[in-house]
């Protein structure tokens, strides 16, 4: 099983260190773009995290399941009113098998880049196609790989800086990895917490849906369906199981 890097003290500060994505004009298109998908049927959310978008899909009417691996994030969903109507699945959402199949999959806010091989990402599209019906769609939101905003020779770019927090990305462009390093100000001293990713771009993704038996179906910028664009800095992308 993959590293956790969501234990304790994670969880604990992550809705308030997230909390621009808990906005609803964040949460709402999510949601509404989910339960056009789910059609009525149910979702698997893969990497549940507090419910930040769970707990909404929820209260539509759409049958929720999650995967995640950490403890510590779960109990943060669970203290939640409305929780009560997802089940979750303690494990690596690579290859833990929930006994159901659902009308969509989804993995949103960069957490597919999580998984830091490439083998292992192969392995979360086979799980997610293994867990979808006929027709069921497996939905990724994560950002384009920003190697371009990397002056030649440096490997370092501060991507948020205020009072609080110094977020800094250190880049592996050779390996497309990636490892956040968070300063976040806690009683006084800035502490240092860093997370490992694996960058990929759309195509990448594209060949492991193929390799999962999924094809594209759209690709958008956004949850509000606006264009995918060379200067776009994510995507939501939806494949389909035939
Ligand atoms: C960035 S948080 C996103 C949480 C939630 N989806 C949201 O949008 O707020 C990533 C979540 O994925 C979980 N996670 C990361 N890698 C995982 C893996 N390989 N298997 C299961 N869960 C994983 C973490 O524990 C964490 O809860």
């Not at 789910?38 to 769970?54: C, H, Q, V």
Request: charged share 20%.
């Amino acid at each position: 099983m993959c590293e956790d890097y969501f234990g304790e003290e994670v969880a604990a500060r992550y809705d308030a260190s997230a909390a621009h994505m808990f906005d609803p004009a964040v949460v709402d298109p999510t949601v509404e773009f989910l339960a056009g998908l789910a059609d009525g049927g149910s979702a698997l959310e893969l990497g549940i995290g507090t419910g930040r978008i769970a707990l909404p899909l929820a209260q539509r009417g759409i049958r929720v399941h999650g995967i995640d691996l950490s403890d510590a994030m779960v109990a943060r969903l669970r203290a939640k009113p409305g929780s009560e109507l997802i089940d979750v699945t303690i494990g690596d959402f690579a290859t833990t098998r929930v006994e159901q199949t659902f009308s969509v999959a989804y993995l949103v806010f960069n957490t597919i880049g999580n998984i830091t091989t490439q083998d292992d990402q192969v392995a979360c599209f086979q799980n997610a196609a293994a867990h979808l019906n006929a027709g069921g769609c497996f939905v990724i939101e994560v950002g384009v790989p920003n190697f371009r905003r990397l002056p030649p020779g440096e490997s370092m770019r501060v991507f948020h800086a205020s009072e609080t927090h110094w977020g800094v990305d250190e880049y592996d462009v050779a390996n497309q990895r990636l490892t956040s390093h968070h300063f976040n100000l806690v009683d006084g001293r800035f502490e240092l917490h860093s997370l490992p990713f694996r960058s990929v771009w759309p195509a990448e993704l594209d060949l492991m849906a193929r390799l999962a038996g999924m094809t594209l179906r759209e690709r958008w910028e956004d949850w509000r369906r606006s264009p995918f664009t060379s200067e776009s800095g994510k995507h939501v992308s939806v494949w389909e199981k035939p």
